[in-house]
């Protein structure tokens, strides 16, 4: 049974680019979170997908906008991309957003930004 | 909003005895709380959660407690074993399911 995927695993980028990061939730849940973990911080809740639409976020600039497509697979993109938004992006999946049914954590995706 | 302090960055325990990790938070509105282990290279696997209905939540050789009145809970592991080396998070569920993390502790068992 896959547990959640991410891709790509490392990815370097330029400042003022744009990156686009992606998640597929382990079989059977339908909710998709994404934190941000910086070096040496704890991860920092980003948003929240259920049914195809944004229903949390944390506080993160517009810059960070994701998508969840019907298969509930997300994706998210950072525009303008700041050396501050160097980090590792973590998905969690759900069934349902309610952490009680188990939040499942995929390996991250590691973004430098030079 | 939530704040969640773990102010021990590390802790170094020998082999069988017990590690014990501290998680302070500012705000009781909130009383749903979990710990999240992190090896390197991995995502966070989730280890155990309390509610404020209980003081304490065992599974196996992890107990957590809760002290309401001081806002503070501690994870206990015993007896701890070399794979239990790892990054230890302490996270509170706020509305909607968002997770506030601490800063993570760094714990090493020596064997």
């Known amino acids: 049974d896959a547990g959640v995927t991410q891709s790509p695993t490392h990815l370097i980028k330029t400042r003022g680019q744009q990156v686009t990061l992606r998640c597929s939730p382990k079989s059977g849940h339908d909710t998709v979170s994404w934190y941000q973990q910086a070096l040496g911080q704890g991860p920092q809740f980003i948003f929240q997908?259920?049914?195809?639409?944004?229903?949390q976020r944390g506080n993160f600039p517009d810059r960070f906008s994701g998508h969840q497509f019907p298969n509930y697979s997300s994706e998210l993109n950072v525009n303008a991309l700041l050396l501050g938004d160097s980090a590792l992006y973590l998905c969690?999946?759900?069934?349902?957003?309610?952490?009680?049914?188990?939040?499942?954590f995929g390996s991250g995706t590691r973004l430098t930004v030079v | 909003d939530q704040q969640v302090k773990q102010n021990s960055p590390s802790l170094s325990v020998q082999e069988g005895r017990i590690s014990i990790l501290n998680c302070d938070y500012t705000n009781s509105m909130f009383d749903y709380f979990l710990w999240y282990k992190k090896y390197p290279a991995e995502g966070p696997t989730f280890l155990i959660s309390i509610s404020s209905i209980k003081d304490k939540n065992e599974d196996g050789r992890f107990t957590v407690f809760l002290n309401k009145s001081a806002k503070h809970l501690s994870l206990h592991i015993v007896p701890s074993q070399p794979g239990d080396s790892a990054v230890y998070f302490c996270a509170s569920m706020e509305y909607g399911n968002k997770l506030v993390f601490g800063a993570g502790t760094i714990l090493r068992v020596k064997s």
């Open positions: 997908y259920y049914e195809e639409e944004e229903r």
């Open positions: 969690a999946s759900s069934f349902g957003p309610d952490v009680d049914y188990g939040y499942t």
